[in-house]
């Protein structure tokens, strides 16, 4: 596609709910981000893939928080259990580089309010 | 640890107004620095970025200057419009180690 999707763009869930966010990166990315952005923050990295391997999950705040991309393209984020402290926007990045010193596309996000 | 520190907004500008925007960082390496701006509803563009000391990164008329004795990376534009109103986020990334260290972001209001 032309640009970074995903879905759904907004999403309210109750307490103790599973939630799953997914991510369309351009295609041919070869590298995918999941960063976490409170409101009035700056995003925080959560996790990062190359293809389909998980290389750093060092920013995912507990074992609640899970992600996959098993073909290498989508990527799905999975909160478990959902907190009050999980609302936030949860913004997907891909690029067609390992490294990051060419900049990342980003989505527009999906804002999570739990209540 | 890496961190970045930009200036509490809100910025209030008239247009044509010069606008200077302050980011500092700390980092353990040697980072990569990239300026990205988020409009209303919108995700975060790449808007300029250095990757070594002195480099000028350019772009829609923003610029922003490697200082590595300072440690500092701020954001200029000559005479900004009702246009360039969004958030501004500085940030750095270091090689070897692909996510971005975000700073808080400033919020740009300029006013016809």
């Known amino acids: 596609g032309a640009g970074v999707s995903q879905s759904p763009r907004y999403k309210v869930a109750k307490r103790g709910q599973d939630v799953a966010l997914r991510c369309d990166p351009i295609?041919?990315?070869?590298?995918l981000f999941w960063y976490q952005q409170a409101l009035g923050q700056g995003p925080e990295f959560l996790t990062y893939f190359q293809n389909e391997a998980q290389l750093d999950k060092s920013g995912l705040p507990s074992d609640r928080f899970f992600a996959e991309r098993p073909e290498g393209s989508v990527s799905t984020l999975k909160i478990q259990r959902t907190q009050q402290e999980d609302s936030a926007v949860y913004l997907c990045a891909s690029s067609l580089f390992l490294e990051g010193n060419y900049g990342y596309t980003f989505g527009s996000g999906t804002r999570l309010t739990v209540v | 640890g890496n961190s970045v520190t930009q200036m509490e907004g809100p910025v209030t500008l008239s247009e044509e107004a010069f606008l200077t925007i302050n980011c500092t960082y700390t980092?353990?390496?040697?980072?990569?620095l990239f300026w990205y701006v988020q409009y209303p509803g919108e995700g975060l563009q790449l808007l300029l970025k250095a990757t070594k000391a002195d480099d000028k990164g350019s772009n829609k008329g923003f610029e922003a200057t490697y200082r590595k004795e300072t440690t500092s990376f701020h954001l200029e534009k000559g005479s900004v419009q009702v246009s360039d109103s969004a958030v501004y986020f500085c940030a750095l990334s270091l090689t070897g180690r692909r996510a971005l260290t975000f700073g808080s972001g400033t919020r740009l209001q300029v006013q016809p």
């Open positions: 295609s041919g990315h070869v590298s």
């Open positions: 980092a353990t390496g040697y980072p990569s």
